[in-house]
């Protein structure tokens, strides 16, 4: 299958810091990337779907302001957690996704704000 | 809204033991239904998928019916391996495709020898 790659698989940073992941298809250009959260032994929540090119569109309850993505290539999104907090340490996960295929994952970045 | 319930973990069994992992959904439409695992340090895989009522996926041994009477979505094996272990992940799509997706909480799976 295709390969999604995502950057750092893990950061500590300290609270009030932002952190930026990246999400990378290598081998396919992604119109459509995903992003989701997952906290210790609950399911992956979809936070947001962005588009290359276009604003992204985010779920109910999450702040935009927050977790900021970009999708500026048909290869990379970026998701910037703002202000980091101790309660934005999660398990963050992106897919990728071309026109009608299934989306591919990267395999998660663990973000611990201290 | 969709949401997808599965049997709580960890689940520990023997090599060659009969594996199944029970998942619910609830959806207004008629979803896509998914599998997929994650090995350790990986990201998540397809394992396997059914588009519509009584469809059946399977792949590396292991199967899963779409009951739409029962709103189920099992997944089973015969025969479990050590390298099996991993987390399963089951999943909805209302979109059709395997794009946006309403997951389960996944279920730890522990193969010993």
């Known amino acids: 299958g295709a390969v999604v790659s995502q950057h750092p698989s893990w950061v500590i940073c300290k609270s009030g810091t932002s952190v930026k992941i990246e999400c990378r298809s290598l081998d396919f250009q992604a119109t459509t990337m995903f992003w989701y959260r997952q906290f210790p032994k609950q399911s992956l929540m979809l936070m947001a779907t962005?588009?290359?090119?276009?604003?992204?569109?985010?779920e109910q309850g999450v702040e935009k302001d927050k977790f900021l993505i970009n999708h500026a290539s048909l290869t990379l999104s970026t998701l910037t957690v703002t202000s980091a907090h101790p309660e934005d340490s999660s398990f963050y996960i992106c897919?990728?996704?071309?026109?009608?295929?299934?989306?591919?994952f990267g395999q998660g970045t663990r973000l611990t704000v201290v | 809204g969709d949401s997808v319930t599965q049997m709580e973990g960890p689940v520990t069994l023997s090599e060659e033991a009969f594996l199944t992992i029970n998942c619910t959904y609830t959806?207004?439409?008629?979803?896509?239904l998914f599998w997929y695992v994650q090995y350790p340090g990986e990201g998540l895989q397809l394992l396997l998928k059914a588009t519509k009522a009584d469809d059946k996926g399977s792949n590396k041994g292991f199967e899963a019916t779409y009951r739409k009477e029962t709103t189920s979505f099992h997944l089973e094996k015969g025969s479990v391996q050590v390298s099996d272990s991993a987390v399963y992940f089951c999943a909805l799509s209302d979109l059709g495709g395997a794009q946006k997706l309403v997951f389960g909480q996944g279920t730890r799976l522990t193969i010993n020898p």
């Open positions: 962005s588009n290359e090119g276009s604003k992204a569109t985010y």
């Open positions: 897919s990728a996704a071309d026109v009608n295929t299934e989306a591919f």
């Open positions: 959806a207004t439409g008629y979803p896509s």
